[in-house]
């Protein structure tokens, strides 16, 4: 259970405005709902590819975007911050990124698909973002991870 310590201390009051859901804005308006498995789509404007999860409650969501014009990123969907420094942890690794906020409330950084984080992903049973150290502000199952990772990377080729 080393993915899941007790000392992680969580902040809820970062979760988003209550009725936005992290699943309506990927599709750009259109809403699927929350999902808890991983998933692959595309984006309405047809290029973007996009893997990932989303909380119970839909308020929060961790995906990969991709397209075939280079784009490669994890967006964090639901996350009340300015840009700054995260981590993203997978078992007993943690791997520190400089996230920045865009304009519709995504927090981006930049990574590349054979990168180890991206390999940690496909591989863990746990994803855990950590901001101020050890305040943990997201925690989402990697079940499904591996095929939804691997078919978005393979649709941005």
């Known amino acids: 259970v080393g993915d899941d310590s007790a000392a992680d201390v969580v902040a809820e009051e970062d979760s988003a405005a209550p009725g936005k859901k992290s699943g309506m804005s990927l599709q750009s308006g259109a809403p699927r709902g929350a999902s808890t498995t991983w998933h692959t789509g595309r984006i309405s404007d047809g ?77 863990g049973k746990w994803v855990r973002v950590f901001v101020d150290g050890d305040v943990r502000i997201m925690r989402l199952r990697l079940k499904g991870s591996s095929a939804a990772l691997a078919e978005a990377v393979r649709l941005c080729r």
């Open 47 to 123: 290029g973007t590819i996009y893997a990932g999860v989303d909380n119970p409650k839909g308020t929060r969501g961790f995906y990969y975007i991709c397209d075939r014009e280079g784009r490669s990123q994890i967006a964090l969907v639901g996350v009340k911050r300015p840009d700054g420094r995260m981590a993203i942890a997978v078992g007993k690794k943690r791997f520190p990124f400089e996230f920045t906020r865009d304009g519709d409330g995504y927090h981006l950084t930049d990574v590349r698909p054979q990168a180890a984080v991206m390999k940690a992903l496909r591989s």
